[in-house]
């Protein structure tokens, strides 16, 4: 069935059971395809039925949905002209791992970043009020997304409204870990009926004021329980709520949409469902298979960026009490479950709160304790505020060690890090370093936490090729390392890139400088060497505008020094994703264009 479908309205004339044997056929095709592409398997074996449903009510383009993060509307994609280019999923110039307004009509909102949905929901429903069309716009957002602020922020926007919006919430009760925090646990308690009793007769009356909802009511009295459970809190911010559901009950999930959709005013659909639905070893294991990665990614012998700073986080609040581990939400991916076990007093996971995360660490930090910040790079970006305000301008210790800098791969442009070095080094008070290896990440973590002050690590996705990475060594302040000695030209190198540079720098003979700081430069050793080379050559996984070789520029340019530099970063365009291998050779961060550079007469 599922081949012959070519756009959602194919799907209008199928009955209960067809519907139910399409949810199968494309719980296969997902299985199937993810272990070739990689991507977010139990979220989206968690979203089938509801995406059969929603389209099989709901039009789109005319009605408008927005899937939160983006990375459970693979079934979206599948049902709305794409199943074809599955295969290519996340794959350079294949479609995306998330939704994308340029992908598809379909596609009314991108996303990647978490919680955005219901904002940008709103903005749609009330631009139609607006532009006095009647479509629907529904949010699907998740209880982990849910989580973070701006979620809250839309809904007290919408509560104030008449925008004709549907939340549907799906509530698996997990983030990419198990969910966390008092709204968790509240949805917990709607679930179990907690609230029901006492909130049952208010109900009521609402459903009263829903016609068609009534009439439907009183066919299923089973369904009628199920619908009459109020969420006291989203009603108290004006938005009505009805569930919960079942999430993987087709005919139930349409009767419940099909009275949801004419009922102009915010409101709030919860459904259950299960992560992973179908897959034995993914119900099991709902965090493990996330995201998966695809087959092609190398099994690396050495340890990941993300488990040595989980070994350093163990070793170093094992030397000292006041250090404090914080994530938002990535307990796994920044590899601090081993810190979350053995120091559960000392691990907050904040859920999908970056913003939060920042300052809640500047209030820690305020009270003698050593807050390290766990996050990654393209996530910091939604902290940005309270890194300025919170944490620098009152120069509190607080540890950022910023993960997934750089070019991250499969998931592309949102999640990509290459801003941090740019909006990072412009903020006064701080210290900014980037490793060149994992033992080299060791010891700026051995050094960072040593300062007392603001400070950030970043490093990359992925490995580099070293065993033995502890150390007690610190790095001094602002001191480059010559890792190659040669003549003429010299690259300077930031971060992980230094294995390309020294590639170059051989076959170049040019002198290759693993700058480790971007903040402060090693002033003293780029004036030695801008003098002693004629030619000098940057290279950094971030934008070359406002990174590390624009840093040396400026220096460059202060002092008067001629020497010609040419800046090796990401253009000014927003990246593709593909594997990072490709990307760094899509943009030119490799040994071989360094070595086209060096040579250019
Ligand atoms: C701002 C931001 N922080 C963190 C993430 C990483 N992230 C992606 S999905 C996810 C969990 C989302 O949970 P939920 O909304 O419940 O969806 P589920 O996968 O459980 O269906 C997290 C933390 C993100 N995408 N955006």
Redesign the pocket.
């Known amino acids: 069935m599922l081949d012959q479908i070519n756009n959602p309205n194919e799907i209008k004339n199928l009955s209960f059971d067809e519907l139910s044997q399409l949810a199968n056929e494309m719980r296969i095709a997902l299985i199937e395809n993810t272990q070739k592409t990689g991507g977010?398997l139990?979220?989206n074996l968690?979203?089938v039925e509801l995406t059969i449903a929603m389209h099989f009510v709901f039009n789109t383009p005319e009605d408008s949905f927005i899937w939160?993060?983006g990375?459970?509307a693979y079934t979206h994609k599948m049902l709305t002209g794409r199943n074809k280019s599955m295969s290519t999923l996340r794959k350079i110039y294949g479609i995306s791992g998330f939704t994308k307004i340029s992908e598809s009509e379909h596609d009314a909102f991108g996303a990647?970043?978490?919680?955005t949905s219901i904002s940008a929901a709103l903005g749609i429903s009330l631009a139609n009020k607006l532009n006095q069309k009647i479509d629907t716009t529904i949010a699907v957002?998740?209880?982990?997304?849910?989580t973070?602020g701006m979620a809250f922020e839309a809904l007290n926007h919408a509560g104030d409204t008449d925008a004709n919006l549907l939340i549907i919430l799906?509530d698996?009760d997990?983030?990419?870990s198990k969910?966390v925090g008092a709204l968790s646990k509240y949805l917990t308690r709607l679930i179990s009926g907690k609230i029901y009793s006492t909130m049952k007769t208010k109900s009521l009356k609402l459903l009263e004021s829903l016609p068609r909802l009534q009439d439907f009511a009183k066919r299923s009295e089973e369904h009628l329980k199920g619908m009459i459970l109020p969420g006291t809190l989203f009603e108290e911010l004006g938005i009505d709520y009805f569930g919960p559901i079942d999430g993987h009950d087709i005919p139930v999930l349409v009767k419940t949409l099909q009275n949801l959709k004419n009922h102009s005013k915010p409101r709030i659909l919860h459904i259950i469902t299960k992560?992973g639905q179908g897959m034995e070893d993914l119900e099991n294991s709902p965090s493990k298979f996330?995201g998966i990665a695809p087959p092609t990614s190398s099994k690396n012998k050495y340890p990941s960026y993300s488990k040595v700073f989980g070994k350093w986080l163990c070793n170093m609040a094992e030397k000292d009490t006041r250090l404090i581990g914080i994530t938002?939400?990535?307990c796994e991916g920044s590899g601090m479950v081993q810190f979350s076990e053995n120091y559960p007093e000392r691990y907050f996971d904040v859920a999908?709160a970056?913003q939060h995360a920042v300052t809640l660490a500047g209030g820690m930090a305020t009270k003698g304790l050593k807050p390290v910040l766990a996050i990654?790079s393209t996530?910091l970006q939604?902290g940005y505020d309270q890194f300025i305000h919170d944490i620098a301008l009152q120069n509190l210790d607080v540890l950022f060690a910023i993960d997934r800098a750089g070019l991250v791969g499969e998931d592309g442009p949102t999640h990509a890090g290459v801003f941090d070095l740019s909006f990072l080094r412009c903020v006064p008070n701080i210290v900014l370093m980037a490793p060149s290896s994992s033992l080299e990440l060791y010891k700026a973590l051995n050094t960072a936490y040593n300062i007392d002050g603001p400070k950030c690590v970043r490093f990359p996705r992925g490995t580099s090729h070293i065993e033995n990475f502890i150390s007690d060594d610190l790095i001094e302040i602002g001191k480059a390392n010559i890792a190659r000695d040669g003549v003429d030209i010299a690259i300077f190198s930031f971060g992980s890139m230094l294995d390309k540079a020294l590639e170059a720098g051989e076959s170049l003979n040019a002198t290759v400088i693993d700058m480790r700081f971007i903040k402060p430069l090693d002033e003293k050793l780029i004036f030695k060497i801008s003098k002693s080379h004629i030619k000098l050559i940057s290279i950094e996984d971030n934008v070359s505008a406002g990174g590390g070789g624009s840093a040396v520029n400026e220096l460059l340019q202060q002092n008067g020094i001629k020497t010609p530099l040419s800046i090796v970063g990401l253009p000014d365009t927003f990246t593709e994703h593909g594997s990072q291998e490709e990307l760094y050779d899509l943009y030119g961060l490799n040994a071989e264009n360094l070595i086209n550079i060096g040579n250019k007469k």
Do not use: C
Not at 112 to 115: A, E, K
């Open positions: 977010h139990g979220s968690g979203t939160d993060v990375h459970q990647g970043h978490s919680s957002i998740g209880d982990g997304a849910l973070g799906n698996n997990m983030s990419i969910n992560k996330h938002p939400a990535m999908i970056e990654y996530f939604r």
